[in-house]
């Protein structure tokens, strides 16, 4: 993934190439926005271009000298992104081990080191006093990037001594047109995908790969259409098939919560163009007709208030019923 390669985010993308090629590199960057938004993408297309030794007249980088085949291969000896064991946490001894220890030795090849730290906002209170000295008073030739999915679980510190960009979301059409590209995709599950992603090329990407998607899909599409006629069995037994065909309930609620979006669009614009999931026109147009905006509304409440259930782990059975019974009053 080269600049040339990065979708969107343009600011950010010419912002790191300019300084690259003008040398007037910051010691500390910091990238935010959700996981699948390209943070990872842009911090490879930058090592590339700033360790490239045969780079083109336009500075992009060759991907065939040796420092770019390690940059590829995870293998230069000037790089290091970050690793933890705990999924949850990082740790102090994680920065210690990885980072400030090892500050003071020189780059072997590059002119540069640079530090990568994905999940920068899982680092522990100590994990990241830990590193404050080294953001404040760092060797010229070190740059460290941290790459976070929500930057307010960092200490305002850490925050005010990087140079902080944020990732956008990237339209529609032109994740389509990615997807089509790169994987044949023109099919209404590609645009399901597409919508379902809100801007967000490696979620729709992954949702189109995944072998499980489809099944939880039509799940709650069918729920959706029945449940008005669904006793409270009948919505125990969708719900256990649900947990059983669904990874992650909070991408359920997603979904659920993008559906009732379209619907509400619907009634106020009885317009059919412009839906997210456009190929549940028909029963958007028949939940519309004996619906009203108010229930629709308590219905979205009731979404929020599951996801805040499910987050606080109460029950995820009784959760799911709760919402579900919402549904049903429609």
Known sequence: MTFQDILGNELIRDQLKNAIHTRRLQH????????GMGKKSMVQAFLLELFCTSPAADGAPCLGCPACKKILSGNHPDVTWVTHEKPASISVDDIRTQI????????????????VVPDADKMTVQAQNALLKTLEEPPEYVIIF???????????????RVVREKMKPLTDGMIFAYMREHLRAEDEKAKICVAFARGNLGRAMELYRSETFSEWYQRLMK?????RGMNNADILIEIGKLRNECPDLMEALDLLELWYRDLIMFMITRDLNGL???????????????????????????IETCRKRLQANVNPELSLELLLLSMKEI
């Open 100 to 115: 400030t220890e090892t500050v003071d030795i020189r780059p072997y090849e590059g002119g540069f080191r640079v530090y």
């Open 223 to 227: 729920i959706i259409r029945g449940i």
């Open 28 to 35: 500390a960057y910091m990238l935010t926005g959700e996981k």
């Open 146 to 160: 941290l790459l976070a999915n929500d930057e307010k679980n960092l200490l305002e510190t850490v925050r005010s």
């Open 276 to 302: 997210a999931l456009a190929g549940e026109q028909k029963t958007l147009m028949e939940t519309a007709s004996v619906s009203s905006y108010t229930k629709v509304q308590s219905i979205m409440e009731s």
